[in-house]
């Protein structure tokens, strides 16, 4: 399974765009790029996945250079709302092996 | 229904004690999870059962006994446990054979050991 690596923590502003960006420089051809987005005391929620190039949602974006070593997830103007901590994971599609890296704990001030 | 349920939301036991962890979805998903989450760390995969049967243990202490007795219910079997396995307990679920790499998460079980 591919390792990740992403900022420890981030803060931003409400109404911003913020960026996360996960490496993960021994991508396998067939693993996909995926992440969680977690609040306190809670369960992690799916976000949004991909293969290559750019997926877009209902509530991020995802971006992958053709290289597939780094990938990032962008929110669009970011509430309060929007605190929580932000994992990439990597793997094969029908993988069960789920493994989180360490995530990025987003802070969003007023 | 898009909803995982876990039983109960807290749980304090002692080292001596035997208690059970439960964990319910009615989504039709084929395979289930459990994971173990120490404060301000990632979650870690414990057991991973794919139509009823154990599919992956990720080397958990017998201590620690899971139970798939249908496909919508999962147990986590707790007995002799020691203070270092107070954590968040999280259950998932997951389609098989579907083109996502999504899985459903429970808001977990707080389990504290004294």
């Known amino acids: 399974l591919a390792k990740t690596t992403q900022p420890i923590s981030m803060d931003s502003y409400e109404g911003q765009e913020v960026n996360i960006t996960c490496s993960h420089n021994?991508?396998?051809?067939?693993?996909?790029i995926t992440w969680y987005q977690q609040f306190p005391s809670q369960g992690p929620r799916f976000i949004i996945q991909g293969y290559k190039t750019k997926v877009t949602n209902e509530v991020a974006s995802l971006f992958i250079p053709a290289d597939r070593k780094s990938s990032t997830l962008s929110l669009p103007r970011v509430s309060l709302s929007d605190t929580a901590v932000y994992y990439c994971?990597?793997?094969?599609?029908?993988?069960?092996?789920?493994?989180f890296g360490p995530g990025t704990r987003l802070s969003v001030l007023p | 229904d898009t909803e995982v349920t876990q039983t109960p939301k807290h749980l304090v036991m002692g080292m001596t004690n035997k208690k059970s962890l439960k964990c319910e979805q009615h989504m039709g998903h084929r395979a289930m999870y459990w994971y173990k989450q120490k404060a301000k760390k990632p979650p870690e995969l414990m057991f991973v059962y794919s139509y009823e049967k154990l599919s992956i243990n990720e080397s958990v202490p017998s201590r620690f006994s899971p139970e798939c007795p249908n496909s919508s219910l999962l147990n986590l079997h707790l007995h002799a446990l020691q203070p270092e396995d107070s954590a968040l307990y999280l259950c998932a679920s997951s389609q098989e054979d579907t083109e996502t790499y999504e899985q459903y998460f429970g808001p977990g079980t707080r389990l504290t050991v004294t």
């Open positions: 994971l990597v793997g094969p599609l029908y993988g069960q092996n789920f493994v």
């Open positions: 021994n991508i396998a051809t067939n693993d996909y």
